[in-house]
Every structure is written in structure tokens, then in C-alpha cells.
């Protein structure tokens, strides 16, 4: 099984924005991405950092996964399918059809203190975004 740690960061709520994926992959190794993002709110990021995460694993055909994200906004609404905030919907239906296409997809959420790959990852990506301005 493949451990996909994702984060999302922003630099203001909405601000230049990241998302970090670390990735422990079934032989031991582990992979690290960092994505800038553009502005967005910290929610947007988070379900930016999943989506990133996801296409990951369609690309690489790992098709058993298990998520972690220190988001409980994004494990709840994959939990429940079902978005809250209306504005989180079209990121949502990204999200669920790109785990559709995997054999075995789960999401847990974890405190930030077992996420800080993830985390710094993210936090990079916003310096990469300002490093292109």
C-alpha cells in the first residue's frame, strides 16, 4: 500500500498558496513534490494538495492508497462525499472521480505534528511561487 501525505498552505487567507505531497512508496522510498499554486484560500489549497496527490497515483497506476492530511474539512467532506461549502463542490467531484479510478482509496486525517513533510513541502511552494514573480 502507498502513504500519500498531503498538505496545503497559503500566505493569507486568500494568498499565494502551495501544496506539498510526500509519498512513501511499498519498497521504502519515499518521493517529495511541491506545487506552487497562485492565490487561494488555505481550504482551496488543501483540496489542490489532494488533487495533486491523486494524479499522482493515476500517473504512477498505484492503485492501493491510503491519504493522510492534517485537514479535517477535506477528510470529512471525501468521507461524506459531500461538500458544505458550496464553493469546495467542483474541487470535490475532482477529487472523488480521480479516486474512482483507483482499486482501493482511503483518507485519514492526522494531527499537523505527523505531517510535517507534507507540510514543508507546501510552505516551499509558496516560496517558489514568489521566487517567479
Known amino acids: 500500500m502507498i502513504e ?7 500566505a493569507g487567507d486568500p494568498g499565494l498558496s502551495g501544496a506539498g505531497v510526500y509519498v512513501k512508496v511499498g519498497d521504502g522510498t519515499t518521493q517529495s513534490y511541491r506545487f506552487p499554486l497562485g492565490n487561494m484560500s488555505n481550504h482551496e489549497a488543501e483540496f489542490q494538495a489532494l488533487i495533486r496527490g491523486l494524479e499522482l497515483c493515476v500517473e504512477n497506476k498505484w492503485q492501493i492508497v491510503s491519504f493522510r492530511t492534517d485537514s479535517q474539512a477535506v477528510e470529512s467532506a471525501v468521507d461524506k462525499r459531500y461538500a458544505k461549502d458550496k464553493r469546495y463542490t467542483v474541487l ?15 483518507i485519514k486525517w492526522i494531527p499537523s505534528k ?3 513533510a507534507a507540510d514543508e513541502l507546501a510552505r516551499k511552494a509558496i516560496q517558489l511561487n514568489r521566487s517567479s514573480k
Open 4 to 10: 500519500v501525505y498531503i498538505d496545503g498552505a497559503s
Open 92 to 106: 470535490l467531484e475532482t477529487v472523488l472521480s480521480l479516486a474512482d479510478q483507483l482499486d482501493l482509496f482511503f
Open 114 to 116: 505527523q505531517n510535517k
